[in-house]
């Protein structure tokens, strides 16, 4: 079991270009989620999905869109990226409540010039 | 959203001490209180998780109580040992029963 996976690892990208994020598990979990993480801030929600056809808004949607594939993936996009993107994201998944223990994904370390 | 106060934001202490870092939060509907471990470059980790219906915790040298009535929950570290050394997270289920609102975290060192 790889648990959950992301690509890319790394990213560099110039202000106004797009980009998806990719997340994918194989825990048969229901639901999956999008973080990022900023020094001194913890982790912040950007979107969720609870289930498979699924996604709701978390703290900082802003700027960001997401698609749940199917029930594995779920994916991030950034339209137009913007400098105040630059951050490491986290995807994370759970069986959904009441176990809702989250795992998290190895991360993407995005830099937007 | 729920708000969450994580305190202290870095703690340092001598190897074979104990660690105790705090969380406050808002919504008293919360019912899933976990810990994460964050060490350089990693991704976070689940240490240790309690649920609304439970006081206290443990597992081995770490251990997580909770008051509902205060709204808080502390994760304590006995025999603390240089590789504790990371960054701990506490969090709480927001009111969707979903997502979680994590704090802001604490810097652990612990010094041989």
């Known amino acids: 079991n790889a648990g959950v996976t992301q690509t890319p690892k790394f990213q560099v990208l110039k202000t106004g270009q797009s980009m998806t994020l990719q997340c994918a598990q194989d825990m048969n979990h229901n639901s999956m989620y999008w973080y990022r993480q900023d020094p001194g801030m913890g982790l912040r929600l950007i979107y969720y999905s609870a289930s498979e056809g699924t996604t709701d808004k978390g703290e900082v949607p802003n700027g960001y869109n997401v698609s749940r594939l199917n029930k594995r993936e779920f994916s991030l996009r950034l339209e137009s990226a913007a400098p105040s993107q630059t951050s490491v994201y986290f995807c994370?998944?759970?069986?959904?409540?009441?176990?809702?223990?989250?795992?998290f994904g190895p991360g993407t370390r995005l830099t937007v010039l | 959203g729920e708000n969450v106060e994580q305190h202290p934001s870095t703690l340092s202490v001598q190897e074979g001490d104990s660690a105790v870092i705090k969380c406050t939060y808002s919504d008293s509907a919360s019912n899933y209180f976990p810990w994460y471990k964050q060490e350089l470059g990693k991704r976070p980790q689940l240490i240790i998780d309690i649920r609304s219906n439970v006081g206290e915790k443990k597992d081995q040298r770490i251990a997580v109580t909770l008051n509902k009535t205060a709204k808080h929950f502390s994760l304590h570290i006995t025999e603390t040992q240089p590789e504790d050394s990371a960054v701990y997270f506490c969090?709480?289920?927001?009111?969707?029963?979903?997502?979680?609102?994590f704090g802001k975290g604490t810097s652990l060192l612990v010094t041989p």
């Open positions: 994370a998944s759970s069986a959904g409540p009441p176990y809702n223990e989250q795992f």
């Open positions: 969090a709480v289920t927001l009111s969707s029963g979903y997502a979680l609102n």
